[in-house]
């Protein structure tokens, strides 16, 4: 694997959950790999290096979801983007702790992108494939000792 190289994550697929607020940044191009760093791996379809480290994937199909909220009723928003993140240690453990490939690939999207709990499974489970996919790919990033 270069240094330029994702390491691969094997995945398979599969409340009331806010809206993932996107730090702000520039907005994607969708016309292909974006890479504005050379030190920095290319990034899937619809995702943009920030200049903090952090990555924004503008998602190809927002992601519908509901908010309770107590004398109010419910709320729809849309979730359109997600951003990814380096993890720490304790993140690490957790997703090491799941007992398969599958539950491993969820835990490292929602620990990358601080969508946890209920919250990361409503929204990375009812994601395009596309996306679901460009997900995985960004969060392992994150895990190469090699970057």
Same mark, same amino acid.
């Given at each position: 694997?270069?240094? @330029?190289? +994702?390491?691969?994550?094997? @995945? @398979?697929?599969?409340? &009331?959950?806010q809206? *993932?607020? *996107? +730090?702000?940044?520039?907005?994607? +191009?969708?016309?292909?790999?974006?890479?504005? $760093?050379?030190?920095?791996?290319?990034?899937? =379809?619809?995702?943009?290096?920030?200049?903090?480290?952090t %990555?924004? #994937?503008?998602?190809? =199909?927002?992601?519908?979801?509901?908010?309770?909220? &107590?004398g109010?009723?419910?709320?729809? @928003?849309? %979730?359109?983007?997600?951003?990814?993140?380096?993890?720490?240690?304790?993140?690490?453990?957790? !997703?090491? +702790?799941?007992?398969?490939?599958?539950?491993?690939?969820?835990?490292?999207?929602k620990?990358?992108?601080?969508?946890?709990?209920?919250?990361?499974?409503?929204?990375?489970?009812?994601?395009? *494939?596309? $996306?679901?996919?460009?997900?995985? %790919? !960004?969060?392992? !990033?994150?895990?190469n &000792?090699? #970057?």
């Amino acid at each position: 694997m270069s240094k @330029h190289e +994702a390491p691969s994550v094997t @995945h @398979h697929s599969g409340t &009331p959950i806010q809206q *993932a607020d *996107a +730090a702000p940044g520039p907005a994607p +191009a969708f016309g292909g790999m974006q890479n504005d $760093d050379e030190d920095k791996p290319k990034l899937p =379809k619809g995702a943009v290096w920030q200049e903090d480290g952090t %990555v924004l #994937l503008t998602l190809r =199909k927002p992601v519908p979801q509901s908010i309770e909220t &107590p004398g109010e009723g419910p709320t729809e @928003h849309k %979730v359109t983007s997600v951003v990814f993140q380096p993890m720490t240690g304790a993140a690490m453990l957790r !997703i090491q +702790a799941c007992k398969d490939d599958a539950q491993r690939g969820l835990a490292m999207m929602k620990e990358s992108s601080g969508l946890v709990g209920f919250t990361g499974d409503g929204i990375f489970k009812r994601m395009d *494939a596309r $996306d679901f996919v460009a997900s995985t %790919v !960004i969060a392992s !990033i994150f895990t190469n &000792p090699g #970057l």
